[in-house]
């Protein structure tokens, strides 16, 4: 498997437009994360799906921020309209569940960076 | 909601030093995981540990989860430069699959 797949890597946009990053995770896994990452703080999780459903999207900054799993090979996490404090690392991460170790497996990122 | 310290935010040492990295949780934990984050990488899974009071080894990482299941530690014996990055402890939810990263610690380690 090629282990979940982000893209675009780097995004440059400008402020106000409408920014939609994409997750192919692995094969086979049911859960699925988007998490960001700043230096400031750190690695948040915004929102999680299983077997397609969101569960938890208490951590989605506010209602610019939008995520959809429209089947198990896809989601996209949008941002409309973009600003520059979204500027960060913004990581797709997918589990199994069941028994045994429930490692979470991440992509590369997307570097975002709003000006 | 469930929340995790983790001490120190930054450490540097000299290579050949020990280090430890120590992650607290405000409530008793189903499991915990540990990551490591190279720079410029992603996060990558190490261990998970369920048990109280639970070690595990894997070369010179030893992982430890407290008694009580509310702390956990990671400890480097004589570091090396392949040891630079961030290291981060997840609390993990048995039932809900949640998964919660604590702010990480950051390894720098001088040849």
């Known amino acids: 498997d090629a282990g979940v797949i982000q893209s675009p890597r780097h995004e440059v946009t400008e402020m106000g437009q409408e920014v939609t990053l994409r997750c192919k995770p692995i094969s086979g896994h049911d859960y699925l994360f988007w998490y960001r990452q700043t230096m400031m703080r750190g690695l948040e999780l915004l929102i999680y799906?299983?077997?397609?459903?969101?569960?938890?999207d208490s951590g989605m900054p506010e209602d610019r921020f939008s995520a959809k799993m429209p089947n198990a090979s896809f989601s996209t996490l949008k941002i409309q309209p973009s600003e520059p404090r979204d500027s960060a690392v913004y990581f797709c991460?997918?589990?199994?569940?069941?028994?045994?170790?429930?490692?979470?497996?991440f992509g590369q990122g997307t570097r975002l960076t709003v000006v | 909601g469930q929340q995790v310290m983790q001490i120190p935010q930054y450490q540097h040492v000299q290579e050949g030093e020990d280090f430890t990295t120590y992650c607290n949780s405000s409530t008793t934990l189903s499991n915990i995981q540990w990551y490591k984050q190279r720079p410029g990488g992603h996060p990558v899974f190490l261990i998970q540990?369920?048990?109280?009071?639970e070690v595990k080894k894997q070369k010179r990482l030893t992982f430890q989860f407290g008694e009580a299941k509310k702390n956990s530690s990671l400890h480097i014996t004589a570091t090396q430069t392949t040891d630079v990055g961030t290291y981060f402890c997840?609390?993990?939810?048995?039932?809900?699959?949640?998964?919660?990263f604590g702010q990480g610690t950051t390894l720098q380690v001088k040849p």
């Open positions: 997840a609390l993990g939810s048995g039932n809900t699959g949640k998964l919660i």
């Open positions: 540990l369920v048990k109280s009071g």
């Open positions: 991460a997918s589990s199994l569940s069941g028994t045994g170790a429930k490692e979470a497996f």
């Open positions: 799906f299983n077997n397609n459903v969101p569960i938890d």
